[in-house]
């Protein structure tokens, strides 16, 4: 996984001789359907490789409050699979990277970003991702006497009223920002 990580790919079967520490090809194809064969890994339609669940588990130690100080144990509580904690539907989600300021107020920041589910309906007060009469942008999903109107999240950004198109890619379930690069 080391190589995925790093590489953000499968090895090829001449890579894999290599960090198998094997002379043969016919050694990591008996793995690879092996690997296969247990769902661990998958081949796509034009027959890559590549893992079933891309999962990063970190332990979880506890709580921290976000106020007052108070002392943090450092014990084991959980495992938690950051993917499975943040996308509940991988086949209907993805990613994008939040440019403007116009979510600011809902902590959504330029560089940040946001993980976007489609097939959700959007109900009222939902951070939707849209194309607005040809436009894409990423606002407030409401309804005001049966009218949509999506409205930022920075009062520097006027509400906007779709004229003739409103095309709602899907609803945004989660964002994340990565503070040291």
């Given at each position: 996984m080391e190589f995925f990580r790093e590489r953000r790919r499968m090895p090829t079967y001449s890579e894999m001789t290599?960090?198998?520490?094997?002379?043969?090809?016919?050694?990591?194809?008996?793995?690879?359907?092996?690997?296969?064969?247990?769902?661990?890994?998958?081949?796509?339609?034009?027959?890559?490789?590549?893992?079933?669940r891309r999962s990063l588990?970190?332990?979880?130690?506890?709580?921290?409050?976000?106020?007052?100080?108070?002392?943090?144990?450092?014990?084991?509580?959980?495992?938690?699979?950051?993917?499975?904690?943040l996308i509940t539907r991988p086949d209907s989600s993805f990613l994008l990277k939040v440019t403007g300021d116009s979510m600011i107020g809902e902590g959504i920041k330029p560089g940040d970003l946001v993980i976007v589910e489609r097939g959700r309906e959007a109900r009222h007060g939902d951070v939707i991702v849209a194309e607005v009469d040809g436009e894409w942008t990423m606002k407030y999903f409401t309804k005001k006497r049966g009218v949509v109107v999506l409205e930022s999240a920075n009062a520097a950004y006027p509400p906007i009223k779709p004229k003739s198109e409103l095309r709602i890619a899907g609803i945004v379930t989660a964002v994340i920002r990565k503070y040291h690069r």
């Open positions: 290599d960090l198998l520490g094997v002379r043969s090809k016919s050694v990591v194809s008996f793995w690879v359907e092996k690997l296969v064969a247990g769902n661990i890994l998958t081949k796509d339609a034009r027959g890559f490789l590549r893992p079933v588990s970190l332990p979880m130690v506890g709580e921290i409050r976000a106020g007052f100080p108070s002392p943090a144990e450092e014990e084991l509580r959980d495992i938690l699979s950051l993917d499975e904690y």
